[in-house]
């Protein structure tokens, strides 16, 4: 079992950075895979990031590459993190955190966050 809280979401002008954090409960963090999911209002929920158990493999949908980067902590704080730049007002979104157990499979994340809101403003 893993909970999974996220947080750093807010209000940002457009071309402006921002840093989600998602802290995870649990002994075997270091086992799960992690993403970054998020959905516009009235919009299906989208695959953003993820990053392996070890983070040797990592994985952006195509609208955040070279603008997004996730990492993760196992050591110390079992913390993913998703670092948000060049934001756009297309990335107003609530973002969710989650995690699978075994490798990115991005259909078949089983433990959610309660997400964290994200607006850009123009």
């Known amino acids: 079992q893993v909970q999974l809280v996220e947080s750093g979401g807010g209000l940002v002008q457009a071309g402006g950075s921002l840093r989600l954090s998602c802290a995870a409960s649990g002994r075997t963090f270091s086992t799960y895979s992690m993403g970054w999911f998020r959905q516009a209002p009235g919009k299906e929920r989208e695959f953003v990031a993820a990053i392996s158990w070890s983070g040797g493999s990592i994985y952006y949908a195509d609208f955040v590459k070279g603008r997004f980067t996730i990492s993760r902590d196992n050591a110390k704080t079992n913390t993913v993190y998703l670092q948000m730049g060049s934001l756009k007002p297309e990335d107003t979104a609530v973002y969710y955190c989650?995690?699978?157990?075994?490798?990115?499979?991005?259909?078949?994340?089983?433990?959610w966050g309660q997400g964290t809101q994200v607006t850009v403003s123009s």
């Open positions: 989650a995690a699978r157990w075994g490798s990115h499979q991005p259909n078949a994340y089983n433990y």
